[in-house]
């Protein structure tokens, strides 16, 4: 009788430690996604927060321009 209590007892910690291990790998699984989202949408701030600087600059420049047109006019 013993020796079946420890058989059970066995496979009840065995089933215990997969399960326990399927959950972290769950969660690791889930944390990597995590930080690889991060890492993209960082990489999609940078290229966006660049284009706004384009954009910042060429009206800068377009202004500057207007600017000169309309002070050689003036003269």
Do not use: H
Not at 26 to 54: F, H
């Amino acid at each position: 009788m013993k020796w079946v209590t420890s058989v059970r007892l066995i496979a009840i910690l065995a089933v215990a430690s997969t399960l326990a291990a399927c959950g972290l790998g769950e969660t690791a699984a889930t944390s990597a996604a995590g930080a690889a989202s991060e890492a993209q949408q960082a990489r999609q701030a940078q290229a966006t927060e660049r284009q706004v600087q384009q954009q910042v600059e060429a009206a800068m420049q377009e202004d500057a321009a207007k600017r000169a047109a309309a002070e050689k006019q003036g003269e």
